[in-house]
């Protein structure tokens, strides 16, 4: 708990793939995958959702919403497993886009920010839930140093205040250097 934990490897090693087994997307054709005690692999209806519940996730494009505000975005996942008033929803909401320094963005669309805003606000939908384990999938991809700078910056903030274990794929040497406590290579 607690620690940021990277895979690393280049284009094409499998970084997300085994990324996506990690969170239940992929089913392994052998073995097994456990979070607290429990088999992500064979969970299926409530037992799958409460596990689902404690893990978020960033994919590597963002997969922000378009259509719908940084706020909206980021309510998603409270509106599917909070029972929540509005107002709390969008207090939750404004204290994670904070959190990634996005105070002041809640009404903007995704087209209307710049690539380490799309990220840092995919990232705060990650973490809406409060989520045991974190998962992000290439976060500086595609980001200047600076960006990439900032983005562990906030990666390193969510660890510390929440003792969140992350779990971050990147073939970025530089970012790994400063965000990792345990790394493993793929080839």
Known sequence: R????VILGGSGCGKSTLLKHMIGLY???AGHIFIDGD??????GEARRRLLRKIGVMYQSGALFGSMTLQENVRLALEEFAELPDDAMDAIAASKLRLVQLEGFERFYPSEISGGMKKRAAIARAMALDPAILFLDEPSAGLDPI???????????????FATTIVVVTHEIPSLKRISDETVMLA
């Open 147 to 161: 960006s990439c700078a900032d983005l562990d910056e906030v990666i390193l903030t969510i660890r510390d205040l």
């Open 39 to 44: 088999d992500i692999t064979c969970a299926r």
């Open 27 to 29: 089913r392994p054709a």
């Open 2 to 5: 607690g620690e940021v934990f």
